[in-house]
């Protein structure tokens, strides 16, 4: 958790989305690192934890610092004073939910979504992150519910008018509500809402996205051959970034699929491959 939210707030900083960077953020292998004269003044203002810098990157590192302590509570208290720093970014109010959330406390993290709901309902990121609450809480049905309505906000409208083309992508609010179903154990439900998701995609042009969730949905039913087949055919319609981390999530995945096999016939020397 800690790692992930220090990606999220690099990405707030430099102007990014959060949504954005929490679908993919937590695969990267950037890192805060700093050089000896920035370590030795997050040292020092660690020593004066009343003395907050007034450098934003400067208070990120001290952020990630207590991040990496372990100290969620001076990491979240010095998040309020990044946030009143930036006001207008929205996504620094999500992220101290967050950490409410990772330290156990959902009540607060819960209702600190909610008000900022209150405002923007549609809000993808924001939904994520209550959904997750919701489930962690308990409340799966209203998770659940939550999560269906807002994929049926998004749909285009039926028979498709196309003098009125929606603008919203509405792939990841469905990604939303099958990683609902999945939490639940609702296998079935999800599988089936992903195929629903990868024939409408095919009639344009073809979105790789709920082939990688599905993708995922096999692997974690431990069929690794289909998962690999799903990878294969979202690697096609994918942009160089994305092909990249599927890449990665593949060679991983052929490991586990080796060990399997080995594990099942254990005479049976792993298969060749190449360097």
């Not at 990405?11 to 690192?33: E, P, R």
């Not at 020092?44 to 990157?57: A, E, H, I, T």
């Not at 995609?201 to 990688?212: A, F, G, V």
């Not at 995922?216 to 087949?229: F, K, S």
Request: hydrophobic share 40%; proline share 7%.
């Amino acid at each position: 958790m800690p790692r992930a939210i220090v990606l999220l707030l690099q990405g707030v900083l430099l102007g990014g989305s959060y949504g954005g960077i929490f679908f993919l953020g937590w695969w990267a292998s950037g890192s805060t690192s700093a050089g000896p004269a920035e370590q030795q003044n997050v040292v020092n203002l660690r020593k004066q934890p009343v003395r907050l810098p007034d450098d934003p990157d400067l208070l990120l590192k001290l952020i990630t610092s207590r991040l990496q302590q372990g100290d969620l509570q001076a990491a979240y208290d010095h998040l309020q004073v990044l946030h009143r720093k930036h006001p207008q970014r929205w996504q620094l109010s999500v992220l101290a939910a967050e950490l409410l959330r990772a330290s156990g406390e959902l009540t607060a993290a819960q209702q600190q979504v909610e008000d900022l709901l209150a405002v923007d309902p549609d809000n993808l990121s924001l939904l994520q992150l209550h959904c997750r609450i919701l489930l962690e809480r308990g409340e799966a049905d209203r998770a659940e519910a939550e999560a269906e309505a807002a994929w049926q906000r998004v749909q285009p409208p039926e028979p498709p008018d196309s003098d009125m083309e929606s603008t919203v992508d509405a792939v990841p609010y469905g990604l939303l509500l099958a990683d609902v179903y999945r939490t639940q154990g609702k296998v079935g439900a999800a599988d089936q809402l992903l195929e629903q998701m990868i024939d409408r995609s095919q009639r344009k042009e073809t979105d790789p996205r709920p082939l990688i969730a599905q993708a995922m949905l096999r692997q974690d039913n431990g069929d690794l051959e289909a998962a690999q087949q799903l990878l294969a055919e979202a690697r096609q319609h994918g942009d160089p970034v994305t092909i990249q981390w599927l890449d990665i999530l593949s060679r991983r995945w052929s490991l586990e699929l080796t060990r399997a096999l080995t594990t099942q016939f254990p005479g049976t020397p792993p298969p060749l491959t190449s360097p």
